[in-house]
Nanobody, 125 residues
Framework: QVQLVESGGGSVQPGGSLRLSCTFS????????IGWFRQAPVSVREDERE????????????HYADTVEGRFTISRDNAKNTVYLQMNNLEPGDAGVYYC??????????????WGKGTRVTVSS
């Protein structure tokens, strides 16, 4: 059974930092990847989640949305089955619920197989 559990959300001021964690289990295919997605506070539909970053399970390749390139860093600890999203210089537009997801590297922001339950990030002064 595939499980993904996010943690690390919270409330920060603009310019602050947070590190999100996604601990996963139940799959190990090399073609898979772990992605982070954001759902803005005003959106309610799952298909409105925005792809933020992905990391390949096979070789650690990474991919970022233009809006977070240079501010966010995705990484993984294979021994802990955990993927991290380090978020620096946070902006109010980064606020929302962050979901990690199991996906395929070639379809990183396009198709999700499994979702976690999400962790909320608030950015305000």
């Amino acid at each position: 059974q595939v499980q993904l559990v996010e943690s690390g959300g919270g409330s920060v001021q603009p310019g602050g930092s947070l590190r999100l964690s996604c601990t996963f289990s139940g799959f190990s295919s090399d073609s898979h990847a772990i992605g982070w997605f954001r759902q803005a506070p005003v959106s309610v539909r799952e298909d409105e989640r925005e792809g933020i970053s992905c990391i390949s399970n096979n070789d650690g390749r990474t991919h970022y949305a233009d809006t977070v390139e240079g501010r966010f860093t995705i990484s993984r600890d294979n021994a802990k089955n955990t993927v991290y999203l380090q978020m620096n210089n946070l902006e109010p537009g980064d606020a929302g619920v962050y979901y990690c997801a199991e996906t395929h590297w070639a379809l990183c922001f396009i198709r999700v197989n499994y979702w976690g339950k999400g962790t909320r990030v608030t950015v305000s002064s």
